[in-house]
């Protein structure tokens, strides 16, 4: 087990799989018959994705997309910007935009409103946390893992200065203790 005195448990490793063959499920019989590209958020959706698509069983394609909108430290500037785009048109298919946390709504939005020019024949998200207490742009989840409090969370993709994406787990993390 991981022992951390910077990070407390929230979800569990066993939560997590859990819900996520939950998500999968649902989403097989969602989109069952549709041609389906995943679309994973880098980095933090990567690790939540990987296993999310490993339970769908439909054939579906998957790309990566990079997005920044957190420069430097743990708040956002309000300023969304791609990083890294998708390898492949997506006019007339069905887009599943994979996201870690959706606090603020402002990297969603922007997502959306990007893809929309592209053609797709539906947008949909999936969110493996929301936080809603600090939505400041509405965005419609159309698949959530977990609400949570407003903690600032490592685990499971997320991260604090690059580290802790590899926990099991996802755990409150208190900047304040590290030296």
Known sequence: MYSDEHVQMLISETQLKTRVQEMAQKL?????????VVVAVLKGALVFCS??????????EME???????PRGAETTGEVRLTFDL??????????LVEDIV????????LIQTFEARKPAS??????LHKPSRTR?????????FTVEDHFLVGYGLDHGGRYR???FIGIFNPAQVP
């Open 28 to 36: 097989t019989e969602d989109f069952r018959g549709r041609e389906l």
């Open 51 to 60: 296993d999310l698509i490993r339970h769908m069983d439909l054939p579906l």
């Open 64 to 70: 990566v997309l990079g997005v920044s909108s957190y």
């Open 87 to 96: 390898t492949q048109p997506l006019g007339g298919k069905h887009l599943l």
């Open 103 to 110: 606090d603020t709504g402002l990297t969603v939005d922007f």
């Open 123 to 128: 947008i949909n998200i999936c969110a493996l």
């Open 137 to 145: 742009v509405h965005v419609p989840i159309d698949y959530t893992g």
């Open 166 to 168: 590899n926990l099991p």
